[in-house]
């Protein structure tokens, strides 16, 4: 831990605790929540309209006027969407909340002539009213790709609400419609039609005003969101990218993660000083930081003091993933957040690498065999190739990587032989005794940035699925021992997440719990690569360096686990595009905002 870190705590500690939610904020949303769902199941549930909840409900905004159920269901949806917002304090939803609530108040004396169900407004308005200094949260980035999800989220809630209205009157239903019937009737419904399901009395016309308020409402918000004005997501401008880029040739060598901020889906904030600088994207409303943060140790303080005022502005849960030991302490020093050990990066002194010995017989026959079945390396700079062999590279790492959504935020840097990028290192495996393929001769791939002036970092590995098994591990020995040609004295490769886990729990004497641990790891590890990335890393005989994970608050570790599996590209909440909206131009993936799969599978 370097010693020059200046103490700022005090009035840092003063503003990150702003990103919690404060106490009338949660309250106000919880209410807005609770009325919404007495408002939706007033409007679905007839026997709820005439049971003794009701007496209570039926006061709530939104449960007045001749279309009560039909009223009641849009208010209750509409509240529901707007608890939310009003929990994590944004202004937007203020705005919205003062505007709608006095409504309510007027249409319940109006309609219903009720003063409880007035005062049960005001009592909702007084209090943002009193507190609108805790209301002011910026709105989130976003694209109008939003309204797109808007839609089928919406729609299927629509539908799959729309169905349980229509279900819900057996008594009054006219024969047994089927299934599709139903469903059928829901649709017509949604567009303002009737459908083939027929009703006793009013009640057609009491699912028909639901119906239809739900489809209301899934238009209304999809025009809203597709019309506003739009807030794009984060991207590192060219002037952001030139900055991050003289820090990193002055202080580059810190950190093995740093060349890894100048992805260009990321957004910066720097130091007041410009000496120092975090990159950050913001995931399902957490404000997502990778690595330590750029520059000059001295500056971070203010770099790090910007992340947390730029959090609070936009109500955004703060959180770091994969820092160093020396990043945690000085996050948490200054923040009063607390760190949580995540896991190990591989890192081998190119010094110290031999293929001799016994720890090393099994990479060291395995490449041996790869060699004698004809396959050559060659390990170049970027600026080196050619662009016809760049532009064979991007394709084949493209179609090599063997899933729809590309993998990596943290530790990938999303794109290959980038004009910007020619100091970076590819490793290639070659086998000329065959018929070249579609991409020639080239059988498998690594790509490194820099780590300073001395040291490279591993992106991503691809390799052709038909090749022999261990090109891998060929490519890596390929890579470390001609590392002192250009200067490379250090070399990182994959993190390892629960390394100490999973190597203390299979040793002799490992307790009941850590061996309980260790086996949920292994199990996970089907889906996620944990043990197959740390055995993998293991051959090369590295040493491990701690990475950790930065949090706020204990009861935020769930929402900032799932964020970042979306930004590693684990788990996707968007709607996958036809493979030929994908296979997009040489240059346009060279410039995309992709993220790099590190798929370390070794056959």
């Not at 309209?49 to 001749?66: D, I, N, Q, Y």
């Not at 160093?324 to 760190?339: C, I, K, M, P, Q």
Request: net charge positive; charged share 25%; glycine share 10%.
């Amino acid at each position: 831990m370097s010693g020059g870190v200046p103490r700022r705590t005090s009035r840092v500690r003063r503003i990150v605790r702003g990103p919690r939610p404060e106490a009338v904020p949660a309250l106000v949303a919880r209410a807005c929540a609770l009325v919404g769902l007495l408002d939706v199941a007033g409007g679905v549930f007839p026997r709820f309209r005439h049971s003794r909840m009701h007496t209570f409900a039926e006061v709530l905004p939104g449960s007045f006027g001749p279309f009560a159920a039909a009223l009641s269901l849009s208010a209750g949806v509409l509240l529901l969407l707007l608890a939310h917002g009003l929990r994590r304090g944004k202004r937007r939803a203020w705005r919205a909340a003062v505007v709608l609530l006095p409504a309510g108040a007027v249409a319940q004396f109006v309609y219903r002539h009720s003063i409880v169900g007035a005062l049960i407004s005001v009592a909702l308005l007084v209090p943002l009213l009193l507190h609108r200094d805790q209301f002011a949260a910026l709105p989130d980035p976003r694209s109008r790709w939003r309204a797109l999800a808007n839609f089928v989220l919406m729609g299927a809630g629509s539908l799959g609400l729309g169905l349980v209205i229509v279900s819900v009157h057996p008594n009054r239903m006219i024969g047994d419609p089927s299934l599709a019937d139903r469903l059928a009737h829901v649709l017509y419904g949604l567009f303002g039609f009737e459908g083939p399901v027929d009703y006793q009395g009013n009640t057609s016309w009491t699912v028909g005003a639901s119906l239809g308020a739900l489809g209301l409402l899934t238009a209304v918000t999809t025009i809203y969101l597709a019309f506003r004005p739009e807030h794009p997501a984060a991207r590192l401008t060219e002037e952001d990218e030139s900055r991050l880029r003289a820090l990193l040739a002055k202080h580059g060598r810190r950190d093995s993660l740093g060349h890894f901020a100048l992805r260009r889906d990321k957004a910066v904030v720097f130091s007041p000083s410009g000496k120092a600088a975090v990159t950050y994207r913001v995931v399902s409303g957490v404000m997502l930081a990778s690595g330590d943060p750029i520059g000059d140790v001295e500056a971070w303080p203010g770099a790090i003091e910007r992340f947390m005022d730029e959090a609070k502005a936009h109500s955004w849960t703060p959180a770091v993933m994969g820092c160093s030991e020396t990043g945690g302490e000085v996050w948490t020093r200054e923040t009063g957040l607390d760190a949580l050990e995540l896991g190990d990066e591989a890192v081998v002194d190119v010094a110290d690498f031999s293929l001799a010995g016994r720890a090393m017989r099994n990479v060291r026959q395995m490449v041996k065999r790869i060699e004698r079945a004809g396959y050559e390396t060659r390990v170049r700079r970027v600026g080196d190739l050619g662009e016809a062999e760049l532009e064979r590279i991007r394709r084949a790492a493209e179609d090599w990587r063997g899933t729809d959504t590309e993998r990596g935020f943290s530790m990938a840097l999303g794109r290959i032989g980038d004009v910007t990028d020619t100091d970076c290192l590819i490793a290639t495996a070659h086998k000329t005794d065959e018929v070249p393929g579609e991409y020639g001769d080239l059988k498998a791939i690594l790509h490194f940035v820099p780590w300073g002036p001395d040291g490279a970092s591993l992106d991503l590995m691809r390799r052709d699925r038909s090749a022999d098994p261990g090109m891998n591990e060929l490519l890596i020995v390929a890579a470390l021992q001609a590392a002192p040609k250009f200067g490379i004295t250090r070399v990182s490769l994959n993190f390892a997440m629960f390394r100490a886990a999973l190597a203390r729990g299979e040793k002799i004497g490992a307790g009941p719990v850590l061996r309980a641990w260790r086996g949920l790891l292994v199990f996970l590890s089907r889906w996620f690569q944990i043990e197959s990335l740390y055995k993998f890393n293991a051959k090369f005989q590295p040493r491990w360096e701690p990475r950790f994970v930065v949090y706020r608050a204990s009861a935020d570790l769930p929402r900032i686990g799932f964020a970042a599996m979306q930004a590693e590209g684990f788990v996707t909440l968007a709607l996958p595009l036809p493979r030929f909206l994908r296979r997009r131009s040489a240059p346009a993936r060279a410039c995309a905002h992709a993220v790099a799969d590190r798929d370390v599978r070794a056959a």
